[in-house]
């Protein structure tokens, strides 16, 4: 592969430096221009980018350590090497301070001077490569790893990835329940220079507003009764890393709120402080709904939107790519091959057949779900018809969406009782360390018992499924995974029945 040629600018005042330098390297085979005032060098950067920069530190016209500074952070990836005079070598450190590559000292030795050079550009080749290499990785990863499709729109998705990963740009996912929303945040920040420090995720539609805020934000000790100790918050956690907002559709108007601020100044408080802390985060946001919709509807802030809708990746619902289903299918064949229990499984065409042909409301998630059923229900046979949950009766599939159900319920509830953990933990550390303190039983003003707080999470849970249920009690209980009568029960404890 031929090399293109490398480019050095040489910057001295003086004429014959110029002349030596220019005759030297062009014969080591550069592409040598010169310039003899600091003023002229930027203007020869500005139209034609070179490899490297030669420059005395003493111009005629303004100070090299003050233009070395300015070539370094209008041109972070430009190597500068900086002339000094013999016994200079003071002005060397400070150049070097100031992010000169290397300097050599004048008169020249020619070889030490080459030698230099050659170093730069192995340092730079090695530098360019390794992003590139962390691109492809980046890429890699997200494409052939873990998210699985060959369909036309998710190639669409994947390339949107391999571009707007590596930037800081905030990022909204939409999409259907099931259709890769939370994957594709996770490539993001795999593929991004914000890989080794965290993801953290949170789900804006597990927690009631208040939790929600301590969550994010954290609070100060003794901000609100039960707040026994400081608790950092989960944009804390996130800094110098990616924060992931799922859900971010529930978010109510005054969080939604404290999040603009965030995006706006890259600060924020605990609750109880008034000490800003600055935070250096990626946002990557997720729905299922339309948010445009919430806008009109007057239930997400417009400004919010627009902040967060910078670059917009868009998951095509399962159906409308059923190209991918195939893939799909062995892919999570061989995922669940290696669950405990289960044995090598192949499928039958017909049962294949019907699986590209169901229409998938739950998306890849629901199929996940049907494939890993039919590997353990078909007991290392293969695959047929009969193992798939819409391949005999009505009553099983049922049976199979309600199972589907209460593990998003149960997940949840996971999310509540890691909470109560931490909670508790807070209040056995406070208690340690201050035996005399009145014990905390969650009757205090502003703040809610464990209890009362799974009351209002499972409140708010009902209130939902019969929203969704358009008020009808049979679907909202199937919904949500609970026998009628227990719905009955509820709605009447928590005055839901109209
Ligand atoms: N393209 C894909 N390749 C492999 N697995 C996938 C793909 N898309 C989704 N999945 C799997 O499907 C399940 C659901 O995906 P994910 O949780 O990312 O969906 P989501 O869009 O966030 O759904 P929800 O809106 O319900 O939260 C996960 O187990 C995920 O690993
Ligand atoms: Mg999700």
Known sequence: MAESQRTVLVVDDDGDIRTLLKDLLTDEGYAVTVAPTGADALEQIAKDMPDLVMMDVKLPDQDGIGLL??????????????????????????AMEHGAYDYVTKPFEIDDLLATLRRVFEHADMA???SALRLELGKREAERERIVGSSKPMLEV??????VAPSDATVLITGESGTGKELIAEALHRASKRNPHPLVKVSCAALPESLLETELFGHEKGSFTGAMTMRKGRFESANKGTIFLDEIGEMTLGTQTKLLRILQEREFERIGSNTPIKIDIRVITATNRNLADEVKKNKFREDLYYRLNVIHIHMPPLRERKDDIPLLVEHFLVKFRHAPGAIPTSISEEALQRLVEYDWPGNVRELENAIERAVVLSRGNPITVEHLPFGDSREARDRFKLAERRTKLESDEEILADRRDQLDADEADADAADADAPLVNGTGNGDLSFKDRVATLEKQLIKEALDRAGGNRTKAADDLGIYRRLLYAKIKEYGLGE
Do not use: N
Request: proline residues 0%.
């Open 128 to 130: 360019s490569e390794v």
């Open 158 to 163: 994947f390339k949107l990835i391999g571009k």
């Open 69 to 94: 500074r300015q070539l370094k952070r209008e041109h972070d990836e430009l190597e500068v090497i900086v002339m000094t005079a013999f016994g200079g070598s003071s002005t060397a450190i400070k």
